[in-house]
């Protein structure tokens, strides 16, 4: 007998809203969080919006900001999610030893020092020579050591265990766009196998600056709809042109379950099946055929001892880019076989932009309110079926529907691919 896993709770800081209800409620009602950028000035750029998070700090959370000004942007969103989540859950009351509880995070890079690098670019410039030791001697006059330590993908997860005193294991991986379901399946393993009681994992990114956008830019990646942002990100749809970048975090709290029903915690769903897998084809494209994909999601369905017409619903990565949309489609089809047309299916970075490495856990979650409320959240602007995606895509309108087991999908740059099962806990 495995140790059973369920998640007793969650918190999201993102661009649809400041904590999961609010989150929740505008994905269901069609609402788009995409609008013009405002943390850099874009003007320049061949993408000009985004989905940023607005109106937010960590006085929302009960922290003085002032404390948090040169914490990355995305350590900030990660604390925030981490403290509803830990909140919410009790854990803290629970007398817990600390060495058995642990953080694992998908977290991304910090936000670059866009301006600082640019200055020393121009120092060390001379003709059309370059001077590394201008350049140099520029950096040590103007950079700062403690922001330049905030650009470390492992902050959040440092900063959530020493909030939390989580002495257990901490890790934090970046595998791209799967990174926080990579996390979350990670510390799902780690509970199975006795190394902790709980877990308290997620992720958080913040690519909203010029340096990342422009190197999804030039990867042909975003959306340049300019014209119309709330209708750029249209998954599954002809029309589509690339993702909208967003930004935000989202975190659970995961825990073995005889620990959770011991102390009486809520518990919102079971984390069922964790499924991981490589491509091994390019750096910046997915298989065509979908192998990677169709190989994780047929893991996570097999380990959570469960069988593909079990499946009510799937979070699609969906990014709204032609080749994504067609390949999962692809994935999914022979993953359900005849079965696949009957299993909705929804992007809702449709809404709230493409996190990065905070999307699969955000998804996830998006999962666990699906199952609460039996209802599935839509794709919006899907406008122009297209011949090559031609499931159900759950277009436009949120669905009541029966949904007690769903997968989430979250394919990442470099190949990598992760698909959590969840499900309705039933004891």
Not at 41 to 46: N, T
Not at 127 to 146: A, C, N, Q, S, V
Not at 404 to 425: C, H, P, Y
């Amino acid at each position: 007998m495995r140790r059973r896993v369920v998640i007793t709770g969650y918190g999201v800081v993102n661009p649809m809203g400041h904590d999961v209800e609010s989150v929740w409620n505008g994905l269901r009602e069609g609402r788009s969080g995409v609008a013009p950028t405002t943390v850099f000035d874009a003007s320049g750029f061949p993408t000009r919006f985004s989905a940023e998070v607005k109106a937010w700090d960590v006085d929302k959370v009960g922290l003085e900001p002032r404390e948090w000004n040169e914490r990355g942007r995305h350590t900030r969103f990660a604390i925030g999610a981490a403290r509803q989540a830990v909140h919410a859950s009790g854990i803290l009351d629970a007398n817990l030893d600390p060495t058995r509880l642990g953080v694992y995070l998908g977290s991304g890079e910090g936000s670059q020092e866009f301006v600082s690098f640019a200055a020393m670019m121009v120092a060390g410039l001379d003709g059309e020579t370059f001077d590394l030791e201008r350049f140099m001697r520029k950096g040590f006059e103007i950079l700062r050591p403690t922001v330049e330590l905030e650009q470390e993908p492992n902050m959040p997860a440092g900063y959530v265990a020493a909030m939390f005193n989580a002495q257990g294991p901490n890790s934090n991986c970046l595998t791209a766009c799967a990174a926080s379901s990579q996390a979350v399946g990670e510390a799902v393993e780690i509970i199975r196998r006795g190394d902790a009681d709980a877990m308290i994992s997620g992720g958080a990114h913040c690519m909203i600056h010029p340096l990342g956008v422009t190197g999804f830019n030039l990867l042909t990646a975003l959306s340049t709809r300019n014209d119309e942002p709330t209708k750029a990100s249209r998954p599954f749809d002809r029309r589509r042109d690339g993702f909208v970048l967003g930004e935000g975090a989202a975190m659970v709290v995961l825990e073995e379950l005889e620990h959770a029903r011991r102390r009486g915690a809520p518990i919102h769903g079971e984390l069922l099946g964790y499924g991981s897998t490589a491509d091994a084809y390019r750096v910046t494209d997915i298989h065509p055929q979908g192998r990677g994909a169709i190989a994780c999601m047929r893991m996570a369905i097999n380990d959570a001892r469960r069988s593909p017409s079990d499946v009510h619903y799937v979070n699609a990565h969906g990014t709204s880019t032609q080749v994504n949309d067609r390949v999962e489609t692809v994935a999914a089809k022979a993953v359900f076989g005849e079965h696949a047309k009957r299993v909705p299916m929804s992007s809702t970075k449709s809404m709230m932009g493409h996190l990065i490495a905070a999307a699969g856990v955000t998804e996830l979650i998006v999962c666990l309110m699906a199952i609460r409320d039996n209802v599935l959240p839509p794709t919006i602007n899907y406008e122009f079926p297209d011949p090559d995606c031609d499931l159900d895509y759950v277009p436009n309108v949120a669905r009541e529907a029966r949904c007690d087991l769903a997968l989430n999908n979250s394919f990442g740059f470099g190949g990598q691919n992760v698909t959590l099962a969840v499900g309705r806990f039933t004891g």
